[in-house]
């Protein structure tokens, strides 16, 4: 992977004091976002009984690939043997993320805390491992100065309130049960109410809307809850109607979403749990390719780990994010505290603008001898290449407002991302 990595041409380049005709999206001030805006890269993490088969979690026993019980023994072979939580938080952090997001609980209902809600199967209570895997995560967490975000599947697949079972298969109508629907309200918002108060998360990342609408989920309310512990509690957008940010996956937008606030989630390879099969990792310039697209379009990136049933890492993975690390450490100016960059129609590519609109960086992906800046107002005062001061590129600025940077007396050749 590192050799891909290493003839990837990708440059970064600082101008100063300009102003540029067309008109750019505006800083918003909400103060309360504002971490989450500047913190660019957040690392996800599908961790649960279905690593143990390496099985796609939940849907295998949903979609009838396999039976439920079969799918529930997991909890037999759910060690965490060989689980390192500070390590994880290391490697995170390494990567470059500010924030992480780890799945509390999937939509098979198995939650890796100590939950005390009516009828809940937990890690602690009903595994192999016998111990609440998720305290010492977020604890690390809090420590390293990472900001704390937790995945919750509203719907409980597992769970004897809940109306839905498998595909197939439902437990009851609502309407012909509303007692048993308030019960499993009440059991979930009860989880919810031991996660903010044990943990303090920064963000709470829900999944599963789709099965129900927001009056039924008692949405409002829901939030009302959270709120009650922290006032500036962030949620992503899979509360119906709720949501501060929007959640796209897998693929980035063609455009960027209307939502100013936005986060795409994104596996490594073609999974979100651990599935021991799946080799097809992206590489890691693809990886920073999509991190640039996002950055240039206002975004955040999830990136998506897998850890195995005992607690490790796959190696791929570890190589990803530390690769990933390499690249960030050297750019930082041009991916943190940055907004959204300049329309199209003034550069042929990516790019982005500092906070204070002052410095505007490029994107390059390969090499080349110059590259245009179409209505700039006035000449930059300088141009550089991030990571590499002694670089110097030629700039020209007509009467037309254009700029070129002329990349001729540059090794581009020999500049790598790490």
């Known amino acids: 992977m590192k050799s891909s990595l290493i003839k990837a041409v990708f440059l970064g380049l600082v101008l100063s004091a300009y102003h540029i005709s067309a008109q750019v999206q505006t800083a918003d001030n909400s103060k309360k976002m504002e971490w989450f805006k500047n913190a660019k890269l957040g690392i996800f993490i599908h961790w649960g009984i279905y690593s143990v088969n390496g099985i796609s979690e939940s849907w295998s026993f949903f979609n009838n690939y396999i039976n439920h019980e079969n799918y529930m023994k997991q909890l037999n072979d759910f060690s965490a043997s060989k689980y390192q939580p500070e390590q994880w938080v290391n490697l995170i952090k390494e990567s470059g993320a500010k924030y992480a997001?780890?799945?509390?609980?999937?939509?098979?209902?198995?939650?890796?805390?100590?939950?005390?809600?009516?009828?809940?199967?937990?890690?602690?209570?009903?595994?192999?491992?016998?111990?609440?895997?998720?305290?010492?995560?977020?604890s690390a967490l809090k420590k390293s100065g990472l900001k704390t975000g937790l995945y919750f599947s509203l719907p409980d697949w597992s769970h004897p309130y809940y109306d839905i079972n498998t595909r197939t298969k439902k437990r009851y109508e609502i309407k012909d049960d509303p007692k048993r629907w308030q019960n499993f309200i009440s059991y979930y918002q009860s989880q919810l109410d031991e996660l903010s108060s044990q943990y303090s998360p920064d963000l709470l990342w829900f999944d599963g809307d789709w099965e129900h609408t927001s009056e039924e989920w008692r949405a409002s309310q829901t939030l009302d809850l959270l709120k009650k512990y922290n006032s500036n509690i962030i949620i992503n957008s899979?509360?119906?109607?709720?949501?501060?940010?929007?959640?796209?996956?897998?693929?980035?937008?063609?455009?960027?979403?209307?939502?100013?606030?936005?986060?795409?989630?994104?596996?490594?390879?073609?999974?979100?749990?651990?599935?021991?099969?799946?080799?097809?990792?992206?590489?890691?310039?693809?990886?920073?390719?999509?991190?640039?697209?996002?950055?240039?379009?206002?975004?955040?990136?999830?990136?998506?780990?897998?850890?195995?049933?005992?607690?490790?890492?796959?190696?791929?993975?570890?190589?990803?994010?530390?690769?990933?690390?390499?690249?960030?450490?050297?750019?930082?100016?041009?991916?943190?505290?940055?907004?959204?960059?300049?329309?199209?129609?003034?550069?042929?590519?990516?790019?982005?603008?500092?906070?204070?609109?002052?410095?505007?960086?490029?994107?390059?992906?390969?090499?080349?001898?110059?590259?245009?800046?179409?209505?700039?107002?006035?000449?930059?005062?300088?141009?550089?290449?991030?990571?590499?001061?002694?670089?110097?590129?030629?700039?020209?600025?007509?009467?037309?407002?254009?700029?070129?940077?002329?990349?001729?007396?540059?090794?581009?050749?020999?500049?790598?991302?790490?």
Not at 105 to 127: C, E, F, M, R, Y
Not at 314 to 320: L, N
Not at 381 to 394: E, Q
Request: contains cysteine; proline residues 6%.
């Open 101 to 138: 997001v780890i799945t509390t609980k999937h939509h098979d209902g198995v939650s890796l805390w100590n939950s005390k809600a009516k009828n809940a199967t937990t890690i602690p209570g009903q595994s192999l491992t016998k111990k609440d895997v998720l305290s010492p995560f977020v």
């Open 238 to 418: 899979r509360l119906n109607n709720h949501g501060d940010y929007d959640t796209p996956e897998q693929g980035i937008p063609v455009v960027p979403p209307q939502n100013q606030y936005w986060e795409l989630c994104y596996t490594m390879n073609d999974s979100w749990g651990y599935q021991p099969y799946d080799k097809s990792y992206k590489t890691p310039n693809m990886i920073v390719r999509t991190l640039t697209d996002v950055i240039s379009m206002g975004g955040n990136l999830l990136l998506d780990i897998g850890p195995r049933s005992d607690g490790t890492i796959p190696e791929e993975q570890i190589e990803i994010l530390k690769n990933l690390g390499r690249w960030t450490s050297k750019n930082q100016r041009a991916i943190y505290e940055t907004t959204r960059g300049i329309p199209f129609e003034n550069y042929k590519g990516k790019s982005s603008l500092s906070t204070s609109k002052k410095s505007l960086f490029l994107y390059l992906e390969e090499a080349k001898n110059f590259t245009k800046i179409y209505g700039l107002e006035t000449k930059p005062a300088s141009a550089k290449i991030i990571g590499d001061p002694s670089a110097i590129i030629k700039a020209d600025y007509d009467a037309e407002k254009t700029l070129t940077l002329n990349f001729s007396n540059v090794k581009l050749t020999k500049m790598s991302l790490l």
